[in-house]
Nanobody
Framework: VQLQASGGGLVQAGGSLRLSCVVS????????MGWFRQDPGKEREFVAA????????HYAESVKGRFTISRDDAKNTVYLQMNKVKPEDTAVYFC?????????????????WGQGTQVTVSS
């Protein structure tokens, strides 16, 4: 399984950005998907996750109400819609895949990781 994240870039505070993560393989619909982010000098942190069925989503408190995670199983793709972005959202964003169904906010449950895409929010 390989993950390819894209969609990062430079955006002004208050603006929007949509990240995409394409997953190779024919069993995408069996994986829960997560987004994490990491700023230089800081630990990687959980952002959002969506369960394999797509019926449940989970968010970090810092992004609730601003970010939305979704998936399109026909395209083997998970999205992160980022609205009302803030300078503190600046980080490298990583997508990840898991077959676990609990603890979506924990890095250790994810088996596969993408390479990351840079998001920079200017003030």
């Amino acid at each position: 399984v390989q993950l390819q994240a894209s969609g990062g870039g430079l955006v002004q505070a208050g603006g929007s950005l949509r990240l995409s993560c394409v997953v190779s393989g024919r069993t995408f619909n069996r994986y829960g998907m997560g987004w994490f982010r990491q700023d230089p000098g800081k630990e990687r942190e959980f952002v959002a996750a969506i369960e394999w069925s797509g019926t449940s989503t989970h968010y970090a408190e810092s992004v609730k109400g601003r970010f939305t995670i979704s998936r399109d199983d026909a395209k083997n793709t998970v999205y992160l819609q980022m609205n009302k972005v803030k300078p503190e959202d600046t980080a490298v964003y990583f997508c990840a895949a898991t077959k676990r169904v609990t603890d979506y906010g924990r890095e250790y449950i994810y088996d596969y990781w993408g390479q990351g895409t840079q998001v920079t929010v200017s003030s």
